[in-house]
């Protein structure tokens, strides 16, 4: 008698196949054998082993795996199916060895991935274990990953590519974690990124690369967090800003050269000012911590609205809205020169009312007016 079998059962007795993987578009039908089972198949001999063709079967009845043994062992060629009969992966275990050969199908029929298993006995059960070389297929059949592993653990070089070729990733892994350094590619094979891994985690220098071959932002990684100064840049390669990091957050930042803007906890703009060498530079504007947040349609402008609120629509329903600030009152303007007070600056109430006006010139307050 046929034995029918859970899927999850099943999956112990796959050999360790992974089961979400995709098919070929042939049917179960010519994989069926013929006779009785028994006898012409599924058979044991007088030691409870399995010997030649075995088929197992999913509750209704389709085919799910058809295969040899030999003494209890897989041998030759398996084929997995899915439950509508597609073919799900096929796999040839290698004469007088423990490795099998075995490619996997995505639902449409093409391969997705294809490598090798060492076949192991545990608990008097055979499984099967990923070791050695696999890869990764597009649809066009085009390797996308190339991958290593030991007992079923990535183990060894990896490399990913982009469509065009070129390498989009690559790195090596160890019993399963990154491991060493790290880098990744943009399509026309540029640098991205630069980083060193220990024990799957991101440890020592790190450097994220801008699309023009300048830095982005550069630092360390200390267990996987942030740790010291990090510098990040402007598009020109100047330093925009320099971060400490302290257990993984940021505890200072000290702005060198770009616009920059600052806000209260409240989430109300603070200031807005350029800095340039490290010091503020040109025109600066300073608020109130005070004004009102509006829900208005989304195609409105506004100095200082926010984006679209995830969810939020107009009353008929037909427009997304967003948060805007509204009557925030101005608290001071002027201008910086090298870091100091420049010029003409103007001060206000926090009812937005001009309260004075003072003359600067490089720092030195040159006169007042009420």
Do not use: C
């Not at 796959?14 to 979400?20: A, S």
């Not at 991958?147 to 469509?163: K, M, R, S």
């Not at 020109?236 to 320099?242: A, C």
């Not at 490290?278 to 109130?288: E, Q, R």
């Amino acid at each position: 008698m046929i034995r029918v079998l859970t899927f999850p059962l099943v999956a112990a007795l796959l050999l360790g196949l992974p089961l979400v993987l995709s098919a070929q578009p042939e049917t179960d039908t010519n994989n069926w054998p013929d006779g009785q089972p028994g006898s012409d198949f599924n058979v044991t001999d007088s030691r409870g082993l399995k010997q030649g063709r075995w088929i197992r079967v999913y509750p209704d009845g389709q085919l799910y795996y058809s295969g040899s043994f030999t003494d209890g062992k897989p041998s030759g060629h398996f084929t997995f199916f899915r439950e509508n009969g597609r073919v799900l992966s096929e796999v040839d275990h290698l004469e007088d060895s423990d490795m099998a050969k075995a490619t996997l199908y995505r639902e449409d029929g093409t391969p997705s991935h294809r490598g090798q298993y060492r076949t192991v006995q545990v608990d008097g059960a055979w499984t099967q274990h990923k070791t050695g070389p696999w890869e990764a297929l597009d649809k066009k059949g085009r390797v996308r990953i190339k991958e290593h592993y030991e007992a079923d653990l990535l183990d060894g070089t990896y490399q990913a590519v982009h469509p065009n070729g070129n390498v989009l990733e690559q790195g090596h892994y160890r019993a399963g974690k990154k491991s060493g350094k790290w880098a990744s590619f943009n399509r026309e094979g540029a640098s991205r990124t630069e980083e060193l891994w220990r024990e799957g985690e991101r440890h020592g220098e790190a450097v994220v690369m801008q699309d023009n071959g300048v830095p982005l932002s550069r630092g360390q990684y200390d267990n996987g967090l942030p740790s010291g100064e990090w510098t990040l840049y402007n598009a020109d390669g100047k330093t925009r800003s320099i971060l400490t990091y302290v257990e993984g957050k940021v505890t200072t930042e000290r702005p060198q050269n770009g616009e920059f803007e600052a806000t209260y906890p409240s989430g109300r703009p603070e200031w807005m000012g350029r800095y340039a060498h490290g010091n503020l530079d040109g025109p600066f504007t300073a608020w109130h911590d005070l004004g009102e947040w509006q829900m208005v349609p989304a195609e409105e402008g506004g100095v200082r609205g926010g984006p679209p609120t995830q969810g939020a629509r107009s009353a008929g329903g037909d427009s997304p809205m967003r948060q805007e600030l509204r009557n925030q009152p101005m608290k001071e303007m002027g201008e910086y020169t090298a870091g100091v007070k420049d010029g003409t600056w103007r001060y206000f109430d926090e009812q937005g009312d001009h309260i004075r006006t003072e003359r600067w010139t490089l720092g030195k307050l040159t006169g007042t007016e009420e």
